[in-house]
């Protein structure tokens, strides 16, 4: 079954700090894999794609990790700002097809 | 960056009414527009995909005549909820991916509507 499980399910961290989001997949055949910031409200936007021979990718404050290996993925935010706040949503799409699995999402609060 | 348009932002009505959301692509052409249901502190959920100039395709559980999708052109497609009930009420969202793109393109998400159903 394809499937996209994203973890913690909530982060509550300080204005400054590190966190790094999880995401596990089952998707089959894997096309690529997409973090979305989704702000309260609001739609999601992207922030980084992976394909399958990406390792890493960086887009300002965001890094995500691919390890297609094992089908798991992160994304690093550093130095962390209160417009942080918000959903991260891991999106993998399989090959071949319009078919994308969405993850449940973490929602990440910066406080000050 | 392109910009999918959704509208209204937020709507509320009364049970039994039907209400009718737009997606407008505005700087790219979209053969294919998606819609999401999404409830509180979940994810978004696919209800249907919206293929220009043919019938949408719709999710497993998800009723075509209650919610019906028009995509008339390649920049607009239209989700009308008819009969709403108290619980139809949710945020609904839509996406499009650019024509042009390949596999890799990123879905462009509207900023959602708020539907509440009184």
């Known amino acids: 079954k394809n499937q996209v499980e994203q973890s913690p399910q909530s982060l509550i961290i300080l204005e400054g700090k590190n966190c790094t989001l999880q995401c596990n997949y089952t998707v089959s055949p894997f096309s690529n894999l997409r973090w979305y910031k989704q702000d309260t409200g609001r739609g999601p936007v992207s922030l980084t794609i992976m394909t399958f021979s990406e390792n890493t990718k960086s887009n300002g404050r965001y890094t995500a990790t691919l390890d297609a290996d094992t089908k798991q993925s992160s994304l690093h935010i550093t130095a962390s700002q209160l417009s942080d706040s918000a959903s991260y949503i891991c999106v993998v799409r399989q090959t071949g097809a319009n078919n994308l699995f969405f993850g449940t999402g973490t929602r990440l609060t910066v406080i000050p | 960056g392109a910009v999918v348009s959704q509208h209204p932002s937020w709507v509320i009505c009364k049970s039994g009414t039907s209400v009718k959301i737009e997606c407008r692509s505005l700087?790219?052409?979209?053969?294919?527009m998606f819609w999401y249901r999404q409830f509180p502190k979940q994810s978004l959920m696919l209800m249907a995909t919206?293929?220009?100039?043919?019938?949408?395709?719709?999710e497993q559980g998800v009723e075509k005549d209650k919610f019906l999708i028009n995509h008339a052109s390649l920049t607009l497609s239209t989700l009308t909820v008819t009969s709403a009930h108290p619980e139809d009420s949710s945020f609904y969202i839509c996406s499009a991916r650019d024509r042009s793109g390949q596999g890799g393109s990123p879905l462009h998400f509207g900023n959602g509507t708020r539907l509440t159903v009184t």
């Open positions: 700087d790219f052409q979209a053969t294919t």
């Open positions: 919206s293929n220009e100039g043919s019938k949408a395709t719709y």
